[in-house]
């Protein structure tokens, strides 16, 4: 059981490019989101799934996009990289209730 | 609009004191979630407390929620150097399972 896990690590992107970050859980949980870490910020809310088949914006979406391929899998998009996108990324997921299970996080830088 | 007010933001102590960490809002939330999070890792839940009033108590560590649900704190007995991280909480309003985080309290304990 490795609960939730994502890909990559770690990233370095070009202002431009573009790239998915990954994300899977083994759980079963019905809700999946995308977090971004910032210092001094906290945790904001970029897209969230509510169950599989239906995803809603979060604080700060601009930018990305989500794919909720499977129940297991939520997969988060960079159409055009941008320096203020460099962050710390959690996926996370909930079995239906306030608790959420997060991922060891992606670290992204953009140069 | 920062919901939920994390205090304070950094604090750094002596292995075997006490501290309180606080974390208020002027809303009012079904459930609130305390989380501590380590350098290169995931958020994890420590506790979570839904009733006005409620105090919990995991080893050294005791929570609390205030009487109109709108505040919480977490105080640490006897702090170790094994106690640092990022202590977050955050709050859930409603059942769409979304959370709001605060920015977090960083916690140094020096041995």
């Known amino acids: 059981n490795a609960g939730v896990t994502q890909t990559p690590k770690f990233q370095v992107l070009k202002t431009g490019q573009s790239m998915t970050l990954q994300c899977a859980q083994d759980?079963?949980?019905?809700?999946m989101y995308w977090y971004r870490q910032d210092p001094g910020m906290g945790l904001r809310l970029i897209y969230y799934s509510a169950s599989e088949g239906t995803t809603d914006k979060g604080e700060v979406p601009n930018g990305y996009n989500v794919s909720r391929l499977n129940k297991r899998e939520f997969s988060l998009r960079l159409e055009s990289a941008a320096p203020s996108q460099t962050s710390v990324y959690f996926c996370a997921s909930s079995p239906a209730t306030d608790t959420q299970y997060f991922g060891p996080g992606t670290r992204l830088t953009v140069l | 609009t920062q919901l939920l007010e994390q205090s304070p933001q950094f604090l750094s102590i002596q292995e075997g004191e006490n501290l309180t960490v606080y974390c208020n809002s002027s809303s009012v939330f079904s459930s609130l979630q305390w989380y501590r999070q380590e350098p290169g890792e995931g958020p994890v839940l420590l506790v979570t407390v839904v009733t006005g009033g409620e105090v919990k108590k995991l080893k050294r560590l005791t929570f609390q929620f205030g009487d109109a649900r709108k505040d919480s704190s977490l105080h640490i007995t006897a702090a170790q150097p094994g106690d640092t991280g990022l202590y977050l909480c955050a709050g859930a309003r409603g059942s769409n399972y979304k959370l709001t985080f605060g920015k977090g309290t960083l916690l140094t304990v020096n041995p």
């Open positions: 759980m079963n949980h019905n809700s």
